[in-house]
């Protein structure tokens, strides 16, 4: 079989197996919600409303039906793309939730990535070119450090010596309460500002968003410079880059166009585990910092037994998780030739 045509094939198992693992996530969340305690009915109308009533809004809400048909009754609303109600906020779909709250997740989760990437190839790249020395053991020791520590410890530290005690920062908000937002365009406040040609605004938001950023990207960058040390380690040593050596090329050159090239390779697939990552760290980080994104209100709408809620943002997730992975699959299949299907 031609590489073409078993590419083709690859990508076309791939396909067809993300609606299963769409459907496996989806059935997971939705019995996990219900084998947990406690009761939505009571986090919406408190504990000391009458019986009745809460059995009445049970019924109305469909809580009161055997579970299988409770299951088919979602399963049939996700195919007409409908993610339900928030039991929450007053009547909102929770289409509309994710509308509101997602671009702020997604500025977070774009600096984030962006620290983290730039972070940790930088010191991947200087600890494998310095092998055997102080800088190489250090490298090490900062991938092993920002891998395990975990980030809402981190978060509140920070917070408390950069907010707290030196006053460098803001404190649980996204924008100051007492000035205007941008007007939406984008709904990332940044991207908005300047679109808006409002400096001022742009680097308020910034300031806002520096220091969640900062802490879950360097959380983060641990992974890249892990995977960037060590294959870049093994690149160096390869025969092609010995006869670049013997060649006379300068060093740098062969550094920046032969061996990090090909070193850099696997954090393609890193990309899309650290998607993962970062979608779950965004959620602590978020909670940490009262950052006003979808992590932070996926936590809200748990400690609310908000079934829709939780549900229609779990699966949203697991969508973006999904399709990342995929693109990253094909994309790291087209670009890396020693891939076998």
Known sequence: MSRSKALQSYIFV???LAPLMLWI?????????????????????????????????????????????????????????????????????VWG?????????VELAVFSMAIAFLVGVGVGILSATRPGT?????GRLFGIITYSLPIFWVGMILQLIFSVQLGWFPLGSRFPLTTAPPPIITGLYTIDS??????????????????????????????????????????????????????????SR???????????IPVITVLGLTLAALLGGA????????????????????????????????VFFASIVVVASILIDIINAYIDPRIRY
């Open 14 to 16: 791939r396909l067809l």
């Open 25 to 93: 996530i989806i059935t997971l969340v939705f019995l996990l919600l219900r084998a947990t305690p406690g009761d939505p009915v009571d986090a919406v109308l408190g504990g000391r409303a009458p019986e009745s009533v809460k059995e009445q809004y049970r019924q109305q809400l469909g809580l009161s039906d055997p579970l299988p048909l409770q299951y088919i009754r979602y399963l049939g609303s996700l195919l007409s793309l409908n993610l339900g109600t928030s039991l929450t906020s007053q009547g909102q779909d």
């Open 97 to 105: 939730e994710i509308q509101k709250y997602f671009p702020a997740t």
């Open 134 to 138: 102080a800088l190489d053991a250090s």
């Open 194 to 251: 300047l679109l808006s040609g409002n400096f001022e605004h742009f680097f308020t938001a910034l300031h806002y968003l520096a220091l969640p950023s900062l802490t879950l990207g360097i959380l983060l960058s641990g992974i890249f410079e892990r995977i960037v040390r060590v294959n870049l380690k093994q690149t160096l040593k390869a025969d092609y880059v010995e006869a670049a050596r013997a060649r006379g090329i300068p060093e």
């Open 254 to 264: 062969i550094l920046f166009a032969h061996a990090l090239k090909n070193a850099m």
């Open 283 to 314: 959620v602590l980080t978020e909670v940490t910092f009262s950052w006003p994104g979808l992590g932070n209100r996926l936590y809200e709408a748990i400690s609310l037994r908000d079934y829709p809620t939780v549900q229609g943002i779990m």
